[in-house]
Every structure is written in C-alpha cells, then in structure tokens.
C-alpha cells in the first residue's frame, strides 16, 4: 500500500525545512521530499577541490539579515529560532564590521547601529535632516507583519519614499540594498516589503553563522530528525495527483514513488506547478550570476574593509534585468572575512574567505543559450569581474586561490525555480493558498525574501493551515477520534 | 475540582511555558495578570502552548476559546475539566 502521510512538504531549502518541522512539531506525520541530496536550496553548500584542498563553498549566502540578540524573541529572527525551539547558541552568528553604499557622487557606510547610518545620511542631505527624523518615526510605529499592512495591494515604495523626501539621491541610497536583497520586480519594490527588507538590513543588521550556511542547517537538521519526518533526497515531484472532488491528495515522485498525503506545502515556485498549467505566459524574472573568489581571510582583511558593498556605477540605481547576459551598472560585493568573530584567535590563520559579486543577470539568455556560448560567457563574466578586482585592489588578483561562478541556469538547475528566479515571481501568493484545494504556497512566492524570510514563510503556513485551520474546523470528540 | 488537580494542571501549562520560552523566570508569574505581558508571548507563542496541549494532553482548544488561556488562573479553570488526570 502507499503510505499516506498528513502533510507532503516539496522542497528542503529554507522555508520548506522550517515548515516541515514545525508541522512535524503539531504531531503530524510528515514527509520532506527533496530532489537533490543536500538540503539548502538556493542558500545550499558543496566542496571543491581547490589547489590540493577540499574548500567548502556557501552557494549564496553573502549575509544573514534580521540580526538579533539571544533575548530579542519579539524579532523575526528570534522568533524563527523559538518557534523552531533551535538555541540562539547554535548559529553562533557573527556581526559585520561595516558595508557601504557607493554612486559616483557619494558613499555611505553603515553597520548595525542604525544610527551610525542616519547620521552618515544627514551630514551628506543636511536639507533632509527632518524628513530622516521623521521617517525613523514612522518606521517605530510601521508593523509589517500586521494582517492590514503585509496584505496590502502593490503600493509603489519610490512613490511613498518621495512623500517623505525631496532629494531623489536620497530615495536611491534607501532603495539600492533592499532592491538587491529581495526584490522580484524592476526599479521598485511593494512598499510593505521595502519596510520589511529596510528593517532586516540596516535596523536589525546583518551577520553571518561561524559556520557558514551549515551554522543554520545543520540544527534544522537535526530536529527533522528528532522529530521523525520522513526525508526523501533525490526525488523530484514530478506530478501531483488529485481525487475526485479536484483536491490535492498527494505525489508522484521522480523515482516512480506515489506519496498520498492530505495536505501539500510546496516551496518550488507558483511557476513550477505549471506541470498543470500553461508555461507560456510567464514573465522573465530577476535572477543573477555570481563570481566567488576563493581567498585567504587574511589577505581579504588587508584589502577589503567592507562586509558588504553596493556599488552604482551609474547616477542613479539600475535595478533591470539586462539586455546583455549581465549587468554592468549595479555591482553588488560581498566579503566574507569581514565578520566579528568572537573567537577570531583561537581559529586557523590559514582559513580561506570569499569575494563574491553578484550581478544581475538575463536569465532568457543564460537558460537557452548553447554550452557553447554558456562557456564563453562565463568565461567573459569572469573576466569583468577580475577587471574590476584590478581596478579598486591592485595586487589582490595574485592572491586569489580558486574561483567559481554559477548564473541562472545553475540556479534553475538547482533548485526548478522558472527563469532561475530568486525572488519569486512578481505576483505574490500572499495568504498561501494556491489555487488547487490541498494545496498551498510557501517560499518566495509567499512571503518576504531571503533566509529568515523564507523560514518565517514556513513557519507561519504550517501555523496557519496545518494547525488553526484544524482547530476552528469542527473536530470529532477525542473518545471517538 | 481538587486543588491537587488544579496544581497539576498548573505545573503543566508552567512545564510547556517553559518549553516554549526556556529563558523566562517563571517563579513571580502573577497568575491573575496576562501571560502576554508578563512574559512577552506573542500569538505564535500562544499557539505553541495550544499545540503542545494538543501533542502531550490531547486536549484540543478551539479558536474561539483562546482568550481564556490569557491568564494562568484562566488556563487552570479552563483545562481542569478537559483534561483527563486519572
Ligand atoms: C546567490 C544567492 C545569494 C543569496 N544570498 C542570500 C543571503 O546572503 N542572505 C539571505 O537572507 N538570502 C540570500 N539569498 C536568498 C535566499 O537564498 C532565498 O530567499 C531562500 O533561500 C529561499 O528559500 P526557499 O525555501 O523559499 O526556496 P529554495 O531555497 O529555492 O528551496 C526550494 C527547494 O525545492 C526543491 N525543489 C524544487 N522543485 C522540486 C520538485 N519538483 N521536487 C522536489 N524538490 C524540489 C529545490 O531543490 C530546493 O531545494 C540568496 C539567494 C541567491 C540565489
């Protein structure tokens, strides 16, 4: 017989993971079917051989937003840890030093004092000084995750920023991080999830688990286990099934498998359970390409201050998918050895670090193209990149140890996200319930972007379909259940 | 309703309180005031307790019947005729 479970969890990257322990948590029989076999999706981990060591690489973490204290409970951060019963402990996060927002015609630091970056933004817009103050206010007071404000229609975040601020530089220093860290649309972003992104990167802050990515899946991991889900690596759904009454009743899995289950919680994107629907009319979406430079974290230290770096190279911030394969005026930098480390002593002076630099990317391009092309390309991407290494450090390129770089196909590859999307698609399931009964939407396509987002995604589903709607149901009296 | 049963039931709604929100000192709850301000629970939390009443106890609360689980005088008069303690 097929087993029957009561929740089928699709997809082992960060929302699904939350969502199956916390429904695994409820008491339910749960099974996570994964189609590669490392856990992570699009914030996932592998080894290289580089020179003769193993190194292993983050495939994309470049920071953890939402940064909070051991006691900050009331913060997304902190809840995903209580409610996921993991100890802040675990993660042993690390905060950055200091990242930067850079134009041709200015530069702003910031770091996790927010107030370090209001005043850099003050004495640089005196005019605006204000209208600064005033938007902090507002933002003590925004709640983003209130039941008004995060199902709110689209409201255009540039048209509610110039009702606080006359100089459009300004709106562009505010715009760039939270464009690049989570928006799925062109040159703007809804404004509810432009307070969320704001909030996550430059009022709570970023930081980095000691560990890497691993620092937070290996916990998660660990509780799936404890908790006795059912976890099925390298099968791929490939179909759904359906009863009679058109509901979802389980799966019909790449390795000839069929799961049957009551509910569905599925992380792989509203574009992919196309496997029902017409694939024709979807939008590209916003995708990049991304170089890793492999180097020692002392030598990075020596010649790269920031943590994170933004840089316009244009006037004005170019959030575009690019006619070419990448985008040559947004560059986005990260540099892994610019975290505090607690215990940077004790730990070994040969560890390696990364520099990475995502660009935006046309995914059309990167998927279709032939290997042919795909391979000179990327061969040109990397290029650029050691071009502009040269320029802004010279004598670093002598320093770099291994190099890698993945663009959209990888990512589609990776993880079956349409156009090797990475923050959804445009239109977001906000309410998660999809359009087939059973059914329903997490990841991305649901809730705020990034890691914590994503897990706070699953998290709040499982609450809300695997659990409320249960008890508001009328249930049949324990004695005869 | 015994006063015995009422201090069990009480030292269990405590255990998973303290499950939920492990660093809380749970020794000056004042149990007439809320739970909610006294210990910074938020709805998620609420929901945990729910949960756990539901996977440890079997009791099962409807929806409806949350706000009388705002208290730790609420929850004891509540849960004392629902759950089984033979
Ligand atoms: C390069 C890069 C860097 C990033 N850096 C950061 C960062 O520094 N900080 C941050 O907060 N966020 C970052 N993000 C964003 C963050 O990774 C994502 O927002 C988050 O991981 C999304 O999680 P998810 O669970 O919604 O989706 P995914 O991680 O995409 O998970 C979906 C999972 O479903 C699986 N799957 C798909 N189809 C099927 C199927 N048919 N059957 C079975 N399994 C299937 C996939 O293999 C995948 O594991 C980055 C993203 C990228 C691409």
């Known amino acids: 017989m097929d087993p029957r479970y009561d929740a089928i969890v699709v997809g082992a990257g960060f929302s699904g993971l939350s969502c199956a322990v916390r429904l695994g948590m409820m008491g339910k029989k749960v099974i996570l079917i994964e189609k590669h076999k490392i856990f992570g999706g699009l914030n996932s981990y592998y080894t290289r051989k580089v020179d003769d060591r193993k190194v292993l690489f983050d495939s994309g973490l470049h920071a953890l937003t939402n940064f909070c204290g051991p006691k900050d409970r009331h913060l997304p951060l902190g809840k995903v840890i209580r409610q996921l019963r993991l100890s802040y402990n675990d993660f042993k996060l690390c905060p950055q030093k200091e990242s930067k927002i850079s134009f041709p015609w200015g530069s702003f630091r910031f770091n996790n004092d927010s107030q370090f970056f209001f005043q850099n933004l003050k004495n640089f817009f005196p005019n605006e000084m204000n209208n600064i103050d005033q938007f902090c206010e507002f933002l003590k007071s925004y709640d983003e995750f209130s039941q008004e404000n995060f199902k709110a229609p689209f409201i255009d975040a540039r048209d509610e920023l110039r009702k606080f601020f006359t100089e459009s530089r300004l709106i562009d220093v505010l715009l760039v991080a939270p464009l690049c860290y989570g928006s799925a649309r062109e040159m703007t972003l809804d404004w509810n999830l432009f307070i969320c992104l704001f909030r996550s990167i430059f009022i709570e802050g970023l930081s980095r688990p000691k560990a890497g990515i691993q620092g937070i899946l290996r916990p998660l991991t660990e509780k799936l286990v404890d908790l006795n889900i059912t976890i099925e690596t390298g099968a791929a759904v490939t179909k759904y099934l359906f009863n009679s009454a058109g509901a979802v009743c389980g799966a019909q899995l790449s390795n000839q498998k069929t799961i049957l289950g009551e509910q569905v919680y599925c992380s792989s994107g509203i574009a992919s359970l196309s496997l029902v629907e017409d694939q024709k009319n979807l939008e590209d979406p916003i995708t990049f390409v991304e170089v890793c430079l492999v180097i020692s974290k002392k030598d990075l230290q020596s010649y790269i201050p920031w943590t994170l770096h933004f840089e316009t190279l244009g006037d004005q911030v170019q959030y575009k998918i690019p006619t070419d394969p990448f985008d040559q005026n947004l560059l986005i930098w990260s540099c892994s050895a610019n975290y505090l480390d607690p215990d940077e002593n004790k730990g070994d002076e040969e560890e390696v670090s990364f520099l990475k630099l995502s660009l935006l990317a046309n995914g059309n391009f990167w998927i279709k193209t032939e290997a042919e092309t795909y391979q000179q390309q990327k061969n040109e991407l990397l290029s650029y990149a050691m071009k502009l290494i040269d320029e802004r450090f010279p004598g670093l390129k002598e320093k770099i140890i291994g190099h890698d770089a993945f663009t959209p196909r990888t990512i589609k590859k990776y993880t079956g996200h349409h156009g090797g999307a990475v923050y959804g698609g445009r239109e977001k399931w906000k309410d998660g319930i999809s359009p087939w009964k059973n059914l329903y939407i997490i990841g991305a396509d649901q809730g705020p972007p990034g890691i914590v987002g994503s897990m706070l995604s699953g998290i709040t589903m499982a609450n809300q379909y695997g659990f409320i709607s249960t008890t508001t149901s009328s249930e049949l009296p324990n004695e005869l259940s | ?86």
Do not use: W
């Not at chain 2, 929901?47 to 409806?64: C, F, G, N, S, T």
């Open chain 2, 1 to 86: 309703m015994s006063l015995e049963t009422q201090e069990k039931v009480k030292s269990i709604v405590l255990n998973i309180i303290s499950d939920i929100a492990p660093d809380e000192d749970l020794s000056h709850l004042d149990a007439t005031k809320g739970l909610r301000d006294q210990l910074a629970l938020d709805s998620m939390d609420f929901l945990d307790i729910v949960m756990e009443l539901r996977r440890r106890h079997k009791v099962e609360v409807p929806a409806e019947d949350y706000p009388h689980l705002a208290t730790l005088a609420g929850c004891v008069e509540y849960l004392t005729p629902k759950m089984n303690l033979q």
